[in-house]
Each structure stands twice: as structure tokens, then as C-alpha cells.
């Protein structure tokens, strides 16, 4: 290709042409050269522009190689580097193969989802899995991505520590819904911090320390055998929590923890428990009477439960009623609660 460039281009010189239109684009093409040099450094060029430029320099006058927007030492390292491709031949690397992508992050993987595990018990791992490697390159992969040892990567972090201590912990609240006829009502509930699962006990207009213990009562068998997953219950310093309601709590091996006074941050999920409530329900309506608001939180804590995604659960509700599938173009129903101030969504059938 290079010999074949070179004599086009050198019948192209012996052919004399006195256009002037010809003087004219020249000029145009210099300026426009001019321009490139002042933004581009450093153009990027391919196989087929580098042949050009090298045949070109072999028609065109020394004198005249200010044209080029690369300096004679680069044309000569091209030529350079045509020679060494010509008559260099290939050479095997000495060493060991490279170990593919794959198996780099694979092993990565089983380490950080295994904290106990050190490179050898790694290893064992990729070798039933099929992958032929040695356990020195597991260890040198771990050692490259900065992962210690096992016995000082074992310790859980502190994310991992509270998901794990979030499994066994309830938290309780009280809050107030003013009705239309500026009476105030009080809802007790309670949350389970792992999974938001939201249980509402009760609403009335005089809140005792008696109901309040009643109300444990039925949590109690609302949980059933579940209780046994249960050692802690949040909860604040108001006075209807009383020592019967610390009783029937203790008495089911749940132990009381008690927030520090005017501190709702302790009872941070509970609190924005009384938050979504009020935006998405209780804010939004007039509510009559004790039977209005019971039904109005039975209807949003269904939604609550069973549809409504939560951040900290990827986006998955605490009790879902159905299992989501993939998109196939179908009709998305859509489904109203309480007069459309809540809209669920599914796939038609």
C-alpha cells in the first residue's frame, strides 16, 4: 500500500495544473490547518493517514515539510516502527498465564460475602466450581484489591451488626389525629424495626395506662409463635406506659428499652412511622369519629404492609401480597384506597 500511494502521488506532481481555483483552496486548506494546530496538540491519527502523510514526504521538497503538522522525527519513527513490525516476530511472555476477569472478581466476590473466609478456603471454593488456579494467586489477588487476611476482615460492620440486631427489636408509639370536630384521638402501634411490618392496636380518646397495657396484651397474640424472634421493645418515658405494660412485656422475654428524655431520634423508625402516616393519610383527610380514623389506618396500614415499597428493603414492601414479574406489555391495573388519596398498581391478569 505504501509503494502504490507513492507513485499515485508522484503522477500527480508530474502533472502540471494552473487553475487558479486550485491557488484558492490551497490557502483555504493552510488556514484551516492553522486553526487545528492552535486546538489539537496532539491529533489522532490511523494506519491509513500515517501512509499518506509518509508517502507524501517522499514527493514533497524538504524545504516544504513545514506543511506537515507532524515534525520529520515523527515520520521517521513511523518508518522505524513499520521495520520493527516487519521483522519482529512474536514472543511468548514468560510467566504464568494471566488469570481472566472473571475469576478476579469471583473471588472477590466469595470474600467479601464470606468474612471468615481466608485464600485457601477461597480457593477450595474456585476449584469445585472448575476454576484451576493456585491458592498463592487467590492470595495475591486479595492482596492487590486490599482485602486483609481472614481473622482481620471476620469482624461485621456496623451496617451488618444493626440488620442483625434489627431482627429482634419492636419499636412502640403513641400519636395524635385531630378530628373535624376538634376532638384529638390517640393511636398506639407498634413496628418491627427488620422488616417495617406496622401493627395498629388501637385508637381511642382516653389513653390509660390500663388500655396501653391491653394493647400489649393483644400484640402478644397478634405475634403468636413469632415472639420468640423478639428480645427488645423501644419505646419512650410517657407516663401510660406503665409498670403492668413493662410486665406483660418482660414477662414474653422481651426487655424494655427506654429512650433518653426528649430524644425522638432513639425511636427514629417509629417516628417516621407517624410521619408517612400523616402525609400520605391522615393529613389528607377530615376524619369523623374513632370508627372513621380505625378504618382509615386499618385501609393504609394494609397498604403499608403489602404494597408500598421501602427504601431499606430495596424497594420492596414488609409483607408483599403478590410477586412481582418481569414486564410483558400488559395492561397495569391500577387500584384506588379510600377515594383514590392512594393509587396500587399491578399487572392485569
Known amino acids: 500500500m505504501y509503494t502504490l500511494t507513492r507513485r499515485a502521488v508522484e503522477l500527480m506532481v508530474l502533472r502540471v495544473r494552473a487553475d487558479a481555483a486550485k491557488d484558492i483552496e490551497l490557502l483555504v486548506l493552510r488556514h484551516q490547518l492553522a486553526v487545528l494546530r492552535r486546538q489539537v496538540h496532539r491529533p489522532a491519527?490511523?494506519?491509513?493517514?500515517?501512509?499518506?502523510?509518509?508517502?507524501?514526504?517522499?514527493?514533497?521538497?524538504?524545504?516544504?515539510?513545514?506543511?506537515?503538522?507532524?515534525?520529520?522525527?515523527?515520520?521517521?519513527?513511523?518508518?522505524?516502527?513499520?521495520?520493527?513490525?516487519?521483522?519482529?516476530?512474536?514472543?511468548?511472555?514468560?510467566?504464568?498465564?494471566?488469570?481472566?476477569?472473571?475469576?478476579?472478581?469471583?473471588?472477590?466476590?466469595?470474600?467479601?460475602?464470606?468474612?471468615?473466609?481466608?485464600?485457601?478456603?477461597i480457593h477450595g471454593e474456585l476449584v469445585g466450581l472448575g476454576h484451576q488456579l493456585g491458592a498463592s494467586t487467590v492470595w495475591r489477588i486479595l492482596h492487590r484489591a486490599g482485602l486483609d487476611p481472614a481473622p482481620r476482615r471476620a469482624g461485621a460492620t456496623w451496617r451488618e451488626f444493626l440488620h442483625a440486631q434489627a431482627t429482634s427489636i419492636l419499636a412502640c408509639d403513641l400519636f395524635a389525629v385531630d378530628t373535624v370536630f376538634l376532638q384529638r384521638i390517640y393511636v398506639f402501634f407498634v413496628v418491627e424495626i427488620a422488616t417495617r411490618r406496622?401493627?395498629?392496636?388501637?385508637?381511642?380518646?382516653?389513653?390509660?395506662?390500663?388500655?396501653?397495657?391491653?394493647?400489649?396484651?393483644?400484640?402478644?397474640?397478634?405475634?403468636?409463635?413469632?415472639?420468640?424472634?423478639?428480645?427488645?421493645?423501644?419505646?419512650?418515658?410517657?407516663?401510660?406506659?406503665?409498670?403492668?405494660?413493662?410486665?406483660?412485656?418482660?414477662?414474653?422475654?422481651?426487655?424494655?428499652?427506654?429512650?433518653?428524655?426528649?430524644?425522638?431520634?432513639?425511636?427514629?423508625?417509629?417516628?417516621?412511622?407517624?410521619?408517612?402516616?400523616?402525609?400520605?393519610?391522615?393529613?389528607?383527610?377530615?376524619?369523623?369519629?374513632?370508627?372513621?380514623?380505625?378504618?382509615?389506618?386499618?385501609?393504609?396500614?394494609?397498604h403499608y404492609n403489602g404494597h408500598r415499597p421501602h427504601r431499606s428493603l430495596q424497594q420492596r414492601p414488609p409483607h408483599p401480597t403478590h410477586t412481582p414479574t418481569a414486564l410483558s406489555g400488559g395492561t397495569i391495573r391500577r387500584r384506588q384506597i379510600l377515594g383514590g388519596l392512594i393509587n396500587e398498581y399491578e399487572q392485569a391478569v
Open 198 to 302: 406496622v401493627h395498629v392496636l388501637g385508637v381511642t380518646r382516653h389513653p390509660t395506662g390500663g388500655w396501653v397495657t391491653q394493647q400489649a396484651r393483644n400484640l402478644l397474640m397478634d405475634l403468636g409463635m413469632r415472639i420468640d424472634g423478639f428480645r427488645f421493645l423501644i419505646r419512650d418515658r410517657d407516663t401510660k406506659f406503665s409498670g403492668a405494660f413493662d410486665a406483660v412485656v418482660t414477662a414474653a422475654g422481651i426487655q424494655i428499652l427506654k429512650t433518653p428524655p426528649q430524644a425522638p431520634q432513639a425511636n427514629a423508625i417509629a417516628e417516621r412511622r407517624v410521619g408517612s402516616a400523616r402525609r400520605e393519610r391522615t393529613d389528607r383527610l377530615l376524619i369523623v369519629g374513632e370508627r372513621h380514623l380505625r378504618a382509615v389506618l386499618d385501609a393504609y396500614a394494609a
Open 45 to 121: 491519527l490511523e494506519p491509513a493517514d500515517r501512509i499518506l502523510l509518509a508517502a507524501l514526504s517522499r514527493v514533497l521538497p524538504r524545504p516544504r515539510w513545514a506543511a506537515f503538522f507532524v515534525t520529520p522525527n515523527t515520520l521517521l519513527r513511523w518508518h522505524r516502527d513499520l521495520l520493527t513490525k516487519r521483522w519482529t516476530y512474536p514472543q511468548r511472555t514468560p510467566g504464568r498465564p494471566s488469570v481472566r476477569r472473571e475469576v478476579r472478581k469471583l473471588v472477590l466476590r466469595l470474600a467479601r460475602e464470606n468474612p471468615t473466609w481466608g485464600h485457601r478456603r
